[in-house]
């Protein structure tokens, strides 16, 4: 009998800890508003032409076109006070394997003028991602570059705030070889 209630109360507490993990039940999210995990998807297409590109950063929601140079990035906000933007990124490999990469977002470098003009806020983000590329094909990835705000400009004359500018950039590297792959964009974050 006493072999029995110690059995239960094992079972109990196990079925309790795999809840307190979210392994077993379904429970609401603790982190609404929180950045995405990075996803990795295959996707269909042709190889790249000799001389396109064979990395480079898309529409955050995916696809294959390209993002546009100078295009406008909304920041989001985490619920812990955190900010972020979400970017998306097509790769071209020839084989399967693990790669890591290495966002970055650099702030344009502020030009000198009349103090009195509304400031672009001042933006500096990164984030690191492994990333596992899909066989010969198109690997896309969505993932959150964190961004920290070093100067969160000046309004003007009608309460807007200029979006930040800068170069967003992509470092990719196979884990088991010392090729590089890089790919960078100007463009704007709204605040």
């Known amino acids: 009998m006493r072999q029995l209630k ?14 307190s993990m979210g392994t077993f039940c ?9 950045p995405p995990d990075p996803s990795t998807a295959c996707a269909d297409g042709e190889p790249p ?5 064979a990395l480079f950063f898309s529409d955050p929601e995916g696809g294959a076109t390209p993002l546009s ?8 906000y985490g619920p812990q ?13 020839r084989s399967d394997g693990v790669w890591a990469y290495r966002l970055g977002f650099e702030p ?10 509304p400031r672009r806020p001042v ?15 198109w690997t896309e990835t969505i993932a959150p570059v964190f961004l920290n705000i070093r100067d969160s400009g000046q309004a003007d004359a ?32 709204a605040m």
């Open 158 to 189: 009608t309460g807007a705030i200029p979006a930040a500018r800068g170069v967003l950039r992509i470092v990719a590297t196979p884990k088991e070889a010392g090729e590089k792959v890089s790919a960078d964009i100007p463009l704007q974050i």
């Open 123 to 137: 933006l500096e983000g990164s984030n690191s991602v492994p990333v596992n590329a899909c066989a010969s094909g």
């Open 69 to 76: 140079a100078d295009a406008v990035l909304q920041i989001e």
């Open 108 to 117: 344009e470098a502020a030009e000198p003028g009349d103090p009195a003009a």
């Open 6 to 19: 110690l059995r239960t109360s094992v079972a109990i507490t196990a079925l309790l800890g795999l809840c």
């Open 81 to 93: 006070g955190g900010q972020h933007v979400i970017v998306g990124i097509r790769h071209h490999t």
């Open 49 to 53: 032409a000799a001389g396109a590109a």
């Open 26 to 34: 379904v429970l609401p999210d603790p982190n609404p508003g929180a």
